[in-house]
């Protein structure tokens, strides 16, 4: 008989949403792993019920709580151990949803794939999972509203792209670490409406969920900015219900770590995201111009951006990025994936950071050097180069050899620097290294008006020339 191990998912908080299941398999269990929070959690649910001296009494009979919740600890522990034959890990709400599990998922996965080598202290070990009752299932209760269309993102000790996010969904439903969190999120918003990057938002806060003592409230984002938890009164909450001696008798119950470190929970909807383009749509007067520095104008770079191809998680190098404005429209696709933006020039990279910051765009790293030097980040997907200081074939190398199935766009304005990149794009054919090279020229022609009349004004031709790595080759 191989030995237990339950993960569990304790639901929002109160004991009171604990499943039947779970509070089963913690009874059973010998030793119960996890957070302090958790665990305390996980206790109380065990003494529920009981008066005091019985809960002292049965005190002695309850599992052993051990404060230890990555998978390396735990087994590493039981394999001390061997006496405890039957563990449960305790996880905050559901172990499908930002959880620690999912860490733990990982470790056991090599025992779910026969192609892989098992750990030798899982093979002892069936492992059982548990779920339970998520916070956002909740809060979408609590709201009366479906969340089945919710994009769910966590600032809970991560990074989001929030405002991106915001921008191109109906619904986004944040898990929040504290006050801080709520407040700068506040600010983002307040500061994506400024800059109309995104339409006016509504916005439903919660904390505490499930226990007596939460607080759903509908807010602005100028009041979440400065939010205070007891700044609203009760008649804002919309899930009120007159506070009483059970309420007292759970907050006197609930430990200062708990009401201190407990999450906020976010909801923004975003009317506007149902029209929302996903093509690159901005006017050249949308972004913040320079004197002395070229932008690529809205066609080239509409037609660039096509022809790369972004996908939402795509690692974009814009190589000589000027204005920004490449940078800007592929970080707004690429919602869930990065944009290193590169530019030599001092001037030019702080007006590129400019717009980066005008936009709300949280998704971009802005760098000042010469590539392919500083070209130290991930691996790229797609690489617009829009200028190359006389590097050009060693940049082309370079993000090649970091992925050889690499999409490249390239902007040409001078003959000279057109024929280089012919020269190089034959060289890397004969080296059977790129296929699908193409070169393309972009004349823009723009109707001003002369008196009662419109006459069409010229801009520089432009050479766009794409082509991509080939598979298997480097």
């Known amino acids: 008989m191989k030995k237990q191990l339950t993960l569990i998912g304790m639901g929002t908080g109160s004991e009171n949403f604990l499943t039947i299941e779970a509070e089963s398999a913690l009874r059973k269990g010998q030793i119960i792993f996890g957070a302090k929070r958790i665990l305390e959690i996980a206790e109380n649910s065990l003494k529920r019920g009981l008066s005091e001296d019985r809960q002292a009494e049965s005190g002695k009979n309850l599992p052993k709580s051990e404060p230890l919740y990555r998978a390396e600890e735990i087994f590493s522990y039981l394999k001390e151990n061997p006496q405890y034959e039957k563990a449960s890990v305790v996880f905050s709400g559901d172990v499908g949803f930002f959880s620690g599990a999912e860490s733990f998922f990982s470790f056991l996965g090599t025992a779910a794939d026969s192609s892989k080598i098992v750990k030798p202290e899982v093979c002892d070990w069936e492992i059982n999972v548990i779920p339970g009752i998520s916070s956002a299932v909740y809060f979408a209760s609590k709201l009366q509203k479906s969340w089945q269309n919710w994009k769910f993102l966590s600032l809970h000790g991560a990074k989001c792209n929030a405002i991106g996010q915001i921008r191109k969904n109906p619904g986004c439903f944040f898990i929040l670490s504290g006050i801080e969190d709520v407040r ?65 008798q759970t907050t006197a119950n609930l430990s200062d770590n708990t009401l201190k470190n407990s999450l906020f929970v976010l909801l ?24 002395k520095i070229p932008m690529t104008k809205k066609e080239v770079r509409r037609l660039s951006l096509a022809s790369l191809g972004l996908s939402e998680s795509s690692i974009f190098y814009d190589i000589g990025s000027g204005s920004g404005s490449v940078t800007v429209e592929a970080a707004r696709i690429a919602t869930e994936g990065h944009v290193f933006a590169v530019e030599c020039r001092e001037e030019a990279f702080e007006l590129t950071k400019k717009n980066v910051d005008k936009f709300c765009l949280e998704n971009v790293t802005c760098v000042l050097g010469k590539a392919p030097e500083c070209l130290d980040f991930p691996s790229p997907s797609h690489v617009f180069i829009g200028g190359s200081k006389g590097n050009l074939r060693e940049i082309v190398e370079f993000v090649l050899k970091k992925n050889p199935k690499v999409r490249i766009v390239a902007n040409f304005v001078s003959l000279e620097n057109l024929c280089e990149m012919q020269n190089l794009l034959k060289s890397l054919e004969e080296e059977d290294r790129i296929e699908n090279a193409e070169i393309t020229q972009l004349a823009v022609s723009h109707a001003e008006r002369a008196g009662d009349f419109h006459l069409m004004k010229a801009q520089n031709p432009v050479y766009i020339v794409s082509f991509s790595g080939k598979a298997g080759k480097e």
């Not at 984002?221 to 009120?240: G, R, V």
């Not at 923004?268 to 004197?291: C, H, W, Y």
């Open 184 to 248: 700068n999120l506040g600010k983002m918003l307040e500061k994506a409406i400024k800059n109309r990057v995104i339409p006016v938002v509504n916005c439903y806060l919660g904390s505490n969920l499930s226990y007596d003592v939460e607080k759903i409230i509908q807010i602005s984002p100028e009041k979440l900015a400065f939010y205070q938890e007891k700044e609203n009164s009760e008649a804002d909450n919309l899930n009120s219900a007159r506070a009483d001696s059970k309420t007292a």
């Open 268 to 291: 923004v909807e975003n009317e506007g995201a149902k029209s929302q383009p996903i093509t690159p749509f901005l006017n050249d007067e949308d972004f913040i111009r320079g004197e």
